[in-house]
Every structure is written in C-alpha cells, then in structure tokens.
C-alpha cells in the first residue's frame, strides 16, 4: 500500500479567513444606512440591500435583473443608457468616482432627492458600478424650513427698524 498525506491546516485557515471575510461583507450591505445598489455594464441590477428596499419600494426579488433606468425619473432615465455606453467607450467620467445630487423614482411614483456616489470595479473582466445612494428629503425640507424662517425674520426686523426709523 501507497499513502499520500497532505497537511491541509493552512488551506482550512484560508477557508475559514474567507468565509468570515464575506460573512462580514455581506453583514455591512444588511445593515448599511445608505442604499447600495450594483450595476452591470448594461444597466442591469445585480445587487439591492435592505436599505434600497427600504427606501425606494422595491424587495430585491422584484428590481433585481431590472435596469437600474427604473428607479431615474424622466428625463434622465431616457439618457442613462447614453451615459453609460459614453462611458465604456471613452473612459471618460462624469460621475463615476465622484458624488452628484440626483433626483430618484420610487416603486410609487414619488421621486426624492439624493447624494450618488458610484464607484467601478473590474472582476473577471466585468465591470460592475456600485451607486450609493443617500436620502436627502429630511435634509432639503430642514433647508427650506431654514430658509423660511430666515425671511420671516429679515421681514420682522425690517419692519422693525423702518418703525424705528420712523419713531425719530
């Protein structure tokens, strides 16, 4: 009889650093605060967590294998595939790695502001787009009631010191 041992302790450590590696991965998109979506280089959906069902409707079952031009309100949704195909023809970004405020559609019909951040990565030869999105409707209505107040109060002390004014 022949016998062939083979020490399998470092690639049991291996499979155990990457299972707990992806185990924390996944733990960070359930519980992240802010949507995370990821795209394929059609538009394709290929990722949605529980904050982007939250906010935008939509279960993962039903936008996953969807373009992602579903959750952009008009005129922007005509013009996404444009912007993309630009993209990957040129190399030239315009949001790619950089953040912009975007208007987005929910599942209702009710659209919202947004910070959007989008990132790129290649794996396999496949580029995905990771978009993080951030709700920006509580922080506009703040601004607005801001704004608001700040004129009732520049029209307060306007009357208040043409009354003074007057008085001498």
């Known amino acids: 009889f022949t016998g062939v041992l083979r020490d399998l302790t470092e690639k049991k450590e291996n499979e155990k650093q990457l299972s707990d590696n992806l185990a924390k991965l996944s733990a960070f998109l359930e519980t992240a605060v802010d949507s995370i979506i990821s795209i394929d ?3 394709t959906i290929l990722s949605f967590n529980p904050s982007a069902e939250r ?3 939509y279960s993962s079952q039903e936008i996953i294998g969807k373009n992602v031009r579903s959750l952009m309100p008009s005129p922007f949704r005509d013009k996404h595939d444009s912007y993309l195909s630009n993209y990957l023809n040129t190399g030239i970004a315009k949001i790619i790695g950089t953040g912009r405020e975007v208007v987005v559609l929910r599942k209702d019909g009710t ?3 947004a910070d959007l951040a ?3 990565i290649c794996h396999d030869g ?3 787009f990771t978009g993080v ?3 920006l409707t509580e922080k506009k209505e703040n601004e607005k009631q801001l704004r608001d107040n700040l004129a009732k109060l520049s029209a307060f002390l306007e009357t208040a010191v043409d009354s003074i004014i ?3």
């Open 55 to 57: 906010v935008l409707g």
């Open 118 to 120: 989008i990132s790129e």
């Open 41 to 43: 280089e059609f538009g």
């Open 126 to 128: 496949n580029r995905i």
């Open 111 to 113: 659209e919202f502001p």
């Open 133 to 135: 999105l951030r709700d």
């Open 166 to 168: 007057s008085i001498d």
